[in-house]
């Protein structure tokens, strides 16, 4: 069962449902697309499948809700991966101070511009994040240099019809300073709505999760 969290930040709080199952082998944070929230039935339905595996997982609003309110309008904070990451740091360090998750490696799961947050977050954390998941993601704009401090293994999923951003995911890999995979999945496009589609990429992220740090790939 889910805990309705808050992990502070700036004065503020980002809201935030953690789940640690008794069988657990690592913590998976979600950094959500432009414009979601820790509702995205998308992220819910990829975490369920990584619940069910014994993997914990933390759905976090990357924005307070004063925030929230402001980039409804303006849609200034959306697309600031500086922001975005920062808050994924703090999410991490929160997850090594509670007495639950501590010991436990991390994961994260980014979608979108939530992508770059992800990988910016793992640059900075490389001794907490053991592995990263992009769902249809632009790693571009993580920047060249953070994509090269990056320690933790990354998997790149990305829709056979979604070109430019597979495009993009390739150009984007080759800065990667650790080791990495993409994954096209045939016929899915940029939100994997087809039918099949996400079930694929819930799948492909609980496998890279739950791999050894030291396996192959």
Same mark, same amino acid.
């Given at each position: ?11 503020? /709080? !980002? ?5 640690? $199952?008794?069988?657990? &082998? @690592? *913590? %998976? ?88 947050? /992800? !990988? ?5 954390? $490389?001794?907490?994040? &053991? @592995? *990263? %998941? ?84």
């Amino acid at each position: 069962m889910a805990e309705e969290i808050l992990v502070p930040v700036d004065g503020s /709080a !980002l809201s935030g449902d953690l789940t640690v $199952p008794s069988n657990r &082998a @690592a *913590v %998976v944070v979600f950094a959500h697309g432009s414009g979601s929230s820790r509702h995205s039935p998308r992220n819910r339905a990829v975490a369920t499948v990584l619940q069910q595996a014994g993997l914990g997982t933390l759905l976090l609003d990357l924005l307070t809700q004063r925030e929230e309110q402001r980039d409804v309008v303006t849609a200034e904070h959306r697309f600031d991966i500086g922001l975005l990451s920062s808050r994924l740091v703090a999410a991490v360090d929160w997850l090594a101070a509670r007495t639950d998750t501590r010991e436990l490696p991390v994961g994260l799961f980014g979608a979108s511009t939530g992508a770059a947050a /992800a !990988l910016r977050a793992a640059a900075e954390r $490389p001794e907490r994040v &053991a @592995a *990263v %998941v992009s769902r249809g993601g632009r790693p571009d704009l993580a920047g060249d240099d953070a994509l090269g401090r990056v320690g933790a293994r990354v998997l790149l999923i990305v829709g056979g019809n979604d070109p430019e951003v597979l495009d993009l995911n390739e150009k984007a890999a080759e800065h990667l300073g650790a080791p990495y995979l993409i994954h096209v999945v045939p016929g899915a496009t940029h939100l994997f709505e087809e039918p099949g589609a996400l079930e694929h990429v819930a799948k492909l992220a609980r496998d890279w999760f739950l791999r050894p740090r030291t396996e192959d790939f």
